[in-house]
């Protein structure tokens, strides 16, 4: 009881501190700083565009099959770089810079990279005394060093694609010795490793310190910073490109804005208490992929650095009429970190898919999620107690609104230990599961990655006597507070301690665990209350690595070993399901993200659209946002139009806070009921589209949730669109976000593209606004002409119910009466897919009046109960005859509908298994 | 797979004992039946289309209300019925059928899932009679108890109407009495006032005079003010009591030839804060005296006892009718509020006013005080928390009686004021079952009472008069 208590103190107690940190209501801005207010990146911003120091040093020119390397020397004050070129496979560019001699190594990020790219044959084409051309095969493709200023231009023909330090922003602090704290050695180290630091008068220029080098205070807080100044910066120019995009998480608008008038995007993962809409402060997760975008081309640049990352964007036509501007347009931009190495890739594209394909080579692609992860979830903060859970079960049955996963927030952990359960609330655990299991659905339980410093708690004991721990400068254990009050942080960088942890969620480590029960990190940036800016220190020490050089990563492994552990649980045969709140470039790989604590404001819904989108461009598709808002109590139209667009976003999950009254589907309201349970219907009976998407997700990259340029890449009309957006290319979705909506503008792209109303069958022409009238029940979807998308139309109370359910195929014919799609299956929830092909993946297509299914994966089987059930031809024309030709060469007439005034054609159960080879014959 | 068995042959126990062969679809109520008629074509319930009989149960939706798929889940309105014989029988909703979940007792639901469902009918039908029969028993001698206490409620009610007359009368005679006493305290207290009036004058002259002597002796030096003096000095003026001029001084010390000193005396507690780091010490002497008590002479004393007893009596009289009248007052107000409260349409809910009832959990101390409020207190110490005050009767409009709501509790941190709702359930006793909090800082209380049971329908509880056949 003592300990139950002391927990509920504390809790109070920190809640109480976050209080006084902030406002009343949104986010305190004070709490987290500016450029201006961090030291490297304010010295970094007082370096202006114009001649760059460095020179490439041409005749230290080596060059490998892999690799070309080169020394650069910045002539304010000798120091010498190593300048690394790679050309990957794939049209991809790798630039490295380092310190030719650091005075100890810096950072590069492991465990990103999926493995070492691949890499291609850089040959020399020409070499004068100021420039080296390259070649990057085909095409035209040349890679140009210019030795003064140093420069690197990428082009294609004429054409130049790319720039790096056009602008002349390289800039690499060196690593030095402190002034005052010399030892000898160190100064004879220093003496070889500056030789040539002398200016033309022979003599040594010594840069002056500036302020914030050695030691920095933001608020209370003080960063030591033992090894001084060790930021870096580099300027990109794209000419002919005026939209960018990419570059997550910030709550701001699709295409990033140009940052010349405020601070530049940042990229540093913060829990930020009550985030505020459109603006570039850093939130939980960082992705630092910026994508570019024009008729001409689509590329993306790649920074591999998990340091503090501040990313300014300019743009010459930015807020200009176009007609006025007589140069050509072009934006840049400008990359900072606070140490580490210049990693980066340019990804040459040339279309949006190669963009996707080539960053998928890198970091991987989204993990495929067992299907019951894309069906509708309900979470809270907190379900109290397992009566509690039951009843919220039950009424989801009474209700008849299907679910597969229930959430259990913090609360339900015994005093905030993770793994643990509240012997009070939730003593039978295994009861509670099985309950579950019964109905077919789910649980997850959250386990984050502070732990409770308490003697009596059995995680903590462990991970100090592996000394797992983060240590501080001081090399004690790093302390912080979080929920359970003092807390310790598992080093997850060390891959010991990740195994360890994975092992902790086999089933008879993680006591009451079972395999319906799934998991959830939280506060993983990590969260320290009572640390700067809400996070850990940067001096705390990471083995021989500080915070500040891997704390981007920190919540990706945390993921990731949570994942690992849901693997190893089950043998190696399940596929696991984790969200996460923090998030870096390859944290697809692990599962799922969220956009973090919102709020039940219209802007937020808004918001979850281009954050999403932009989180799917760099490589995250498994994205969704609280559905109702964290914070605040929603209005029940709030509520249900967040429903209605959460339906059709990638992670679909309602969530609150602990303060707000209670908000499950059914406690608005008979109507508002009705609303919500038909929003959640549609997504069930979408599901197999769903899965197939991100079935394709995990074999190539695309996002799933795509923004309308990324398949039309020459309508400019699309480029900056946010309110819409299409799942895969098929189907596009405009929800309502606007309170008191009585219609909204969806602009339907494509010249000789049509569209179909999904619910209404109604055809319209591409390349056009249209002006759609809605009501609470609207949720406007659209089915592109040319595309056929399967169905499980008998929606039932959680997805693992309609694992054997029958297909019905919607098959939209475009303007030549053609349509085609894919259909794929398999167990829904294990590896077996991957590692014994044991799945159906069909091409579906129609025709000259001729539908068929054709086997996509000849060498891949698996037998499913599924059949199809029924054909739905949109666009179609009445036929005197259907027949169903099977495999076997039989043959059988089909019974039909066809309505007229619509042209949809409705054939009558087919019957055919879903993985057979059949045709159907209209004639 | 697609085939599915188009009827299906069900067998019953009837109560006799005879078992009867029905043949209809399956998932098809008996009420029904006649809506599904071998080999004739079958009618949409919504009468929209026909469709030939072998559609029916083929796992095709035909009808738009889902009619002609009773038996299997292929359309997303239907609906499956289960005889459950033995127990219940009821409707589910059609994408229940097969889904691998055991809904129906009698397992009906779950005919090509490969799911493994056990005939649970007879086991429910046994606990449902049980708990049926307890129920009964309890809402039985529950109801006999509210019997009681609508009774004792009306007898009480009418008591205390009868009271409320009673003592408005009394009230009446109250008042008057204490009209008169008023008058016999006022005459009787006139000798003892002037008595005192003429000791006070006395002594002031006499502290006046103690006073003259003292200030003579030590304010002199300290600082002298003539009385012109003093009123030039327009800040001391400002200060001091507007009143207090040479006349009223005069008046309150009734001696001429001390008017100088005793102008000064009045004005000295006014500006001896001014003079304070002058004046010092003798200025608290001066105050002491000033502030003591008016000291009674043995002379004055036994005249005054005298003088005194009489108006005493008087005044004791007085106050003690005055009292009575209070107290009537305030029961006539408070049998007048407990009769203005809602207590049910009989009255039955009476004897919960003025009563309370715990429950301890593991953490706290539940207490609700029906019809006044309810609270939550730490079980190991700490300040009891209000968890709402008596609002209203809540509950649905058939029956507002089954809900109590307790608004207005003590604030929550960024969220709403503390509420209580309170269950009402039929049981023997009077207590409180359980407490949540649904929602945060919205409480839930689950409370039996004898006074909600209603009278039992009739005496045969046998569920089977429910049941089909």
């Known amino acids: 009881y003592y300990f139950y208590l002391c927990g509920v103190v504390i809790f109070r107690w920190v809640l109480l501190i976050v209080l006084l940190c902030v406002s009343a209501r949104a986010v305190d801005r004070s709490n987290f700083k500016t450029c201006e207010q961090s030291a490297f990146c304010k010295r970094q911003k007082e370096l202006k565009p114009g001649q760059s120091p460095y020179r490439a040093l041409l005749d230290t020119l080596e060059l490998s099959d892999s690799r070309i390397t080169l020394q650069l020397i910045n002539d304010n004050n000798k120091v010498r770089l190593l300048l690394e070129l790679y050309r990957l496979q794939g049209n991809m560019t790798r630039v490295k810079i380092n310190e030719l001699k650091p005075l100890k190594p810096r950072y590069e990020v492991p465990d990103v990279l999926i493995s070492d790219p691949f890499t291609e044959t850089l040959s020399v084409v020409s070499q004068d005394e100021n420039s080296l051309v390259l070649s990057l095969g085909g095409k035209d493709q040349r890679l140009i060093v210019s030795a003064q200023p140093f420069r690197l231009d990428i082009v294609e023909g004429p054409q130049v694609l790319v720039s790096l330090n056009s602008r002349g922003l390289l800039a690499f602090e060196h690593l030095r010795a402190r002034k005052d704290t010399k030892s000898e050695l160190e100064q004879v180290t220093e003496q070889e490793n500056v030789e040539q630091r002398t200016d033309e008068d022979g003599q040594i220029k010594e840069e002056e310190d500036k302020p914030g080098m050695w030691e920095e205070t933001f608020k209370s807080h003080t960063d030591s910073k033992p090894n001084g100044p060790s930021s870096i910066s580099l300027d990109f120019s794209l000419p002919g490109v005026e939209h960018v995009y990419g570059i997550p998480e910030h709550a701001d608008t699709l295409k990033l804005k140009n940052t010349d008038g405020s601070d530049p995007y940042r990229l540093y993962n913060l829990d930020v208490f009550q985030y505020e809409l459109h603006n570039p402060m850093a939130l939980y997760g960082a992705v630092p992929v910026l994508i570019s975008h024009s008729t001409d081309r689509t590329m993306g640049i790649f920074w591999l650095n998990a340091a503090e990352t501040w990313v300014d964007i300019s743009s010459n036509t930015a807020g200009k009429v176009r007609v006025i501007s007589s140069e050509a347009p072009q934006t840049d931009v400008r990359w900072i970190s606070e140490s580490g190495i210049i990693d980066v890739f340019i990804m040459l594209g040339p279309k949006p898919a190669d963009v996707f394909t080539q960053y998928a080579s890198l970091t991987g692609t989204q993990s495929f999620p067992p299907l019951t992860a894309l069906a509708y979830h309900q979470c809270r903060w907190n379900y109290n107690d397992q009566e509690d859970v039951k009843s919220v079960d039950q009424g989801f049955d009474e209700h008849d609104i299907p679910y597969d996963f229930i959430w259990l927030d913090i609360e339900h952990a015994d005093g905030k230990r993770y793994f643990t359960w509240d012997p009070s609330k939730f003593p039978q655990p295994k009861e509670m599961l099985q309950g579950l299991m019964d109905k077919r659905r789910k649980l997850v339980a959250i386990v984050d990655p502070h732990i409770r410093v308490d003697s009596g708690y059995k995680i903590h004991n462990e991970i100090l006597s592996k000394n797992f721990y983060v240590k501080n400068k001081d090399g004690g254990d790093y302390e912080g507070w979080c929920w359970p009050g003092n807390s310790g942080y598992p080093d997850f960088t060390n891959p010991e301690m990740r195994a360890w942890w994975a092992s902790k969620f086999a089933y008879e480590q993680y006591e009451g665990s079972m395999e319906n029960q799934y998991v959830w990190n939280d506060m993983n940036e990590p969260s320290v209350f009572n640390g700067p800016e809400v996070t850990m220190h940067k001096d705390a020490l990471h083995g021989g690595w500080e915070h500040r050089d891997v704390h981007n990563l920190y919540g990706l492994y945390v993921q990731k070993a949570t994942a690992d552990g849901l693997v190893e649980r089950s043998g190696g045969v399940e596929r696991p399901f984790v969200l996460t709140r923090a998030f870096f470039a390859g944290s697809q790989r692990y599962g799922a993200v969220w956009t973090g604590d919102n709020a039940a404001e219209w802007g937020h819904l808004k918001i979850s659209i281009p954050m999403c989108l932009s989180l799917g461009l760099a490589g995250i598709s498994f994205c969704g946002a609280d559905v109702g808002g964290f914070f605040k109590h929603p209005s029940a139209e709030l509520l249900v139009r967040w429903y209605q667009a959460g339906a059709y976003q990638p992670f679909f999950r309602a969530h609150a806070h602990i303060d707000t009254p209670r908000r499950e589907p059914w406690l608005f309201g008979p109507e508002n009921t009705a609303l919500i349970r038909e929003a959640i219907r549609q997504r069930y009976a979408l599901l197999p589209y769903w899965y197939q998407l991100f079935y394709n997700a995990h074999r190539t990259g695309y996002p799933v949730m795509r923004p309308l340029w990324v398949e039309y890449p020459d309508d400019v009309a699309t480029f900056s669109i946010e309110d819409e957006y299409l799942i895969g290319k098929d189907l596009l979705v405009h929800p309502v976000t606007d309170e008191g909506a009585t219609a909204v503008t969806a602009y339907l792209p494509g010249k000789g593209e049509v569209w179909y109303d999904v619910h209404t069958f109604q055809k319209h022409d591409g390349e056009q606004s249209l002006y759609i009238p809605v009501t609470m029940s609207s949720i406007p979807v659209f089915q592109r002409g040319g595309s056929i998308i399967c169905r499980k139309d008998r929606v039932r109370r959680s997805s693992s119910c309609m694992e054997n359910d029958p297909y019905t195929l919607y098959a939209a014919l475009n303007s030549q009466g053609s349509a085609e799609g894919e259909l794929y299956i398999d167990d829904f929830h294990t590896f077996n897919f991957e590692k014994a092909k044991q799945f159906v993946h069909r091409h579906l297509s129609f025709s000259a009046n001729t539908l068929s299914s054709r086997n996509l994966a000849p060498d891949s089987q698996f037998s499913t109960a599924s059949w199809i059930e029924k054909i739905v031809i949109i666009g179609g024309s009445q036929p005197s005859s259907a027949t169903l030709k099977n495999a076997d060469g039989t043959e059988s007439a089909l019974e039909f509908e066809f309505d007229s005034t619509l042209a949809v054609l409705t054939l009558r159960k087919p019957g055919v298994n879903a993985a057979a080879d059949w045709t159907v014959i209209l004639r | ?469």
């Open chain 2, 1 to 469: 797979m697609t085939c599915v068995h188009l009827l299906l042959t069900l067998v019953f126990a009837v109560s006799l004992g005879t078992p009867v062969e029905i043949q209809r679809p399956r998932g098809v109520p008996l009420t029904s039946i006649q809506f599904y008629v071998e080999n004739k074509p079958f009618t949409c319930l919504d009468g929209s289309r026909a469709i030939p009989f072998d559609r029916v149960n083929d796992d095709y939706c035909d009808c738009k209300d889902g009619s002609d798929e009773p038996g299997t889940a292929a359309c997303p309105n239907g609906s499956f019925h289960c005889t459950n014989a033995g127990y219940r029988p009821m409707f589910i909703p059609s994408s229940r059928i097969n889904d691998g979940i055991c809904d129906c007792c009698d397992t009906t639901d779950e005919y090509n899932s490969g799911a493994k469902c056990e005939n649970t009918c007879k086991e429910l039908g046994r606990k449902e009679r049980e708990v049926l029969q307890k129920m009964a028993e309890i809402t039985k001698e529950g109801f006999l108890l509210k019997q009681h206490l609508i009774e004792e409620a009306k007898k009480g009610q009418q008591e205390k109407k009868s009271k409320v007359t009673d003592m408005q009368g009394n009230k009446k005679q109250l008042d008057e009495k204490v009209e008169v006493l008023r008058t016999v305290k006022e005459t009787a207290e006139q000798p003892e006032k002037e008595a005192k009036e003429r000791h006070l004058k006395a002594w002031e002259e006499q502290k006046a005079a103690i006073r003259l002597e003292k200030d003579k002796a030590k304010m002199a030096e300290a600082f002298f003010v003539s009385v012109s003096e003093l009123q030039s000095h327009a800040e001391l003026d400002a200060d001091a009591d507007g009143t207090l001029t040479e006349t009223e001084a005069q008046g309150l010390m009734g001696g001429a030839e001390q008017v100088d000193t005793s102008t000064f005396e009045s004005v000295w507690p006014n500006i001896k804060d001014k003079y304070h780091s002058e004046v010092s010490r003798e200025e608290a002497d001066m105050s002491c005296l000033v502030s003591s008590e008016v000291p009674f002479g043995k002379m004055f004393f036994f005249f005054f006892t005298v003088v005194k007893l009489s108006a005493q009596k008087a005044r004791d009289d007085f106050e003690e009718a005055e009292k009575a009248l209070r107290e009537m007052d305030d029961q006539i107000r408070n049998i007048e509020k407990e009769l203005s409260f809602d207590f049910g349409p009989d009255a039955e809910f009476t004897y919960l006013y003025s009563q309370c009832y715990e429950l301890t959990t593991s953490e706290y101390i539940y207490r609700l005080c029906p019809f006044n409020r309810i609270s939550q207190k730490p079980k190991y110490g700490g300040s009891e928390t209000n968890l709402g005050t008596w609002g209203s009767w809540s509950g649905p409009e058939n029956n507002k009686y089954l809900l109590m709501k307790y608004e207005h509790g003590t604030g929550c941190w960024q969220g709403p004021n503390r509420s209580t709702t309170v269950k009402l359930t039929c049981g023997k006793e009077t207590v409180v079952t359980s407490t949540s909090e649904p929602s945060r800082c919205e409480y839930l209380m689950e409370f039996t009472t004898p006074a909600v049971c209603q009278e039992p329908a009739n005496t045969d509880l046998s569920p089977h008069d429910h049941e089909e056949l």
